[in-house]
């Protein structure tokens, strides 16, 4: 069974940095595409990134190219969301999610999996 815990959300003010975490347990991260969401208040839950299984192909959300970068540590299961100059606009709940079918290369044909964690709550002040 995939279990997806995020953490590493906060208060941060205007122009700082955050990193997020994602520790996988029953799926191996190196063979499946990744992603990280967020769901702002009132808002309904969008894709912010997106990585290939092999790191070949990745999507940004066009608010947030150029200030954040998805990563992976194959070592530690983890999928990493570096958050630079955050914007008060970021503040969400951030979640990670997987593909549901291993070895993708093509971000726009992932099919996510029809599961959320708890998420982790990310604050940006002005």
């Known amino acids: 069974q995939v279990q997806l815990v995020e953490s590493g959300g906060g208060l941060v003010q205007a122009g700082g940095s955050l990193r997020l975490s994602c520790a996988a347990s029953g799926r191996t991260v190196s063979a499946y595409a990744m992603g990280w969401f967020r769901q702002a208040p009132g808002k309904e839950r969008e894709l912010v990134t997106a990585m290939s299984y092999n790191g070949g192909s990745t999507y940004y959300a066009d608010s947030v190219k150029g200030r954040f970068t998805i990563s992976r540590d194959n070592a530690k299961n983890t999928v990493y969301l570096q958050m630079n100059s955050l914007k008060p606009e970021d503040t969400a709940v951030y979640y990670c999610?997987?593909?549901?079918?291993?070895?993708?290369?093509?971000?726009?044909?992932?099919?996510?999996?029809?599961?959320w964690g708890q998420g982790t709550q990310v604050t940006v002040s002005s």
């Open positions: 999610n997987t593909d549901r079918h291993p070895f993708r290369r093509v971000v726009a044909e992932i099919l996510w999996y029809d599961y």
